[in-house]
């Protein structure tokens, strides 16, 4: 992108008062960012506000600034890792995105920034899952890249950041891993423990963002670029999520979108599976398996891994696994449901937990964990 066609862009995005959709009436009436800037205050109100004409009429005090760390970032791609920015205008912004109600005026993206734009599948949920809630999503996001299928996620705690991982282990060589929108500018990493997830997203997948560089991890941000995430995908799968969590606000608008929202069902008394029970109420579809989300957006399924099942535990002859069942459970308990001393449980416990069979919660609970 040109300097001044970039200095164009960014000015629109910093005018105060103007807003996504009165920018996309000044383009729709002007055309590109340079024709709007040359037309009097009198020529944009037939389109904005008083007031918005008259900020547009006026340069944004910070606009050099961003202009220049910006055209310093385009320049600072290395090696395999590309950055580009994407406008309204260019033949290569997603289609997808293009055609919602409020499309970005700006994408930004870092990694592997070649088109087109992959099929893809949404995988997002709570930001504090239940160990059960991490293995589904890493397990599903395996299997979807084994298909093919690019993983976009918000690269948030918990469910968001197990999909990244679930696809980056499983993609073939060459193939675009996974997607993750964030919500702050690309020259910032958010949370800070994801810094090493970041690094092999750049190198084996894409970042976007519609946010400037610099723009720091606001609240307001993560709901707004949620609708980025069901845009990007077929559909969107939410594993687990309280009733008030942006994972359900990703899903509505993949409804809203005419996606498919799939969720996976869990413990009637798990505050993380509520939001996906609300979502199955309001028609979304029951998944308990990554196939079931194939079939039904008609991808072909991955071909079975040849690599062996690993042995049984020796603590799953002793029943204690169907004793444990899949709901979080105390120590005293599970003394009274088998009936076991709790010095000789805790042992067994232990056992469990280091074959990966159980999974310690707070409050000195524990979990049965799922491995199919």
């Known amino acids: 992108m040109e300097r001044e066609e970039l200095a164009g862009w960014l000015r629109l995005v910093l005018t105060p008062g103007l807003g996504n959709t009165a920018v996309r009436r000044l383009l729709a009436g002007f055309g590109l960012p340079g024709n709007v800037f040359r037309q009097t205050a009198a020529a944009l109100e037939q389109i904005v506000s008083p007031t918005q004409a008259q900020a547009l009429c006026a340069e944004p005090a910070q606009l050099q600034a961003l202009l220049e760390a910006t055209h310093e970032w385009l320049q600072g791609a290395e090696g395999s890792v590309g950055r580009r920015i994407l ?24 990694g592997q920034v070649t088109a087109p734009w992959p099929a893809a599948i949404a995988v997002v949920g709570s930001r504090n899952p239940t160990p059960q809630g991490l293995a589904n999503a890493r397990q599903f996001s395996r299997c979807f890249a084994q298909a093919g299928l690019t993983v976009v996620s918000g690269l948030a705690l918990g469910v968001d950041a197990a999909a990244h991982e679930g696809a980056l282990e499983a993609a073939p060589p060459g193939e675009l891993a996974t997607i993750a929108v964030v919500g702050t500018g690309l020259d910032r990493v958010y949370p800070r423990q994801h810094l090493e997830l970041a690094h092999r997203i750049a190198h084996n997948g894409l970042f976007v963002s519609e946010y400037p560089l610099g723009t720091p991890p606001l609240a307001q941000n993560f709901p707004k670029r949620n609708r980025i995430i069901a845009a990007l995908s077929q559909g969107t799968v939410v594993v687990e999520a309280a009733l008030k969590s942006g994972s359900l606000i990703t899903a509505h608008q993949a409804a809203e979108q005419g996606k498919d929202v799939f969720a996976i069902p869990g413990s009637i008394h798990s505050p993380q599976s509520r939001g996906c029970h609300a979502l199955l109420k309001q028609g979304a579809k029951l998944v308990e398996t990554a196939q079931d989300v194939l079939e039904e957006l008609s991808v072909p399924h991955p071909a079975p891994s040849a690599a062996p099942l690993p042995e049984e535990p020796r603590a799953r002859e002793d029943g204690l696994l169907a004793a444990l069942g899949f709901d979080p459970v105390s120590l005293d308990a599970l003394v009274a ?26 409050g000195g609970l524990f979990q049965r964990v799922g491995t199919g």
């Open 87 to 110: 406008t309204l205008a260019d033949a290569d912004y997603p289609a997808s995105l293009l055609n919602t109600e409020d499309p970005p005026l700006m994408l930004y993206l870092m």
């Open 337 to 362: 449901r088998t009936g076991v001393a709790a010095s000789h449980l805790q042992a067994k416990l232990l056992e469990l937990e280091l074959h990966g069979d159980l999974a310690r919660l707070p």
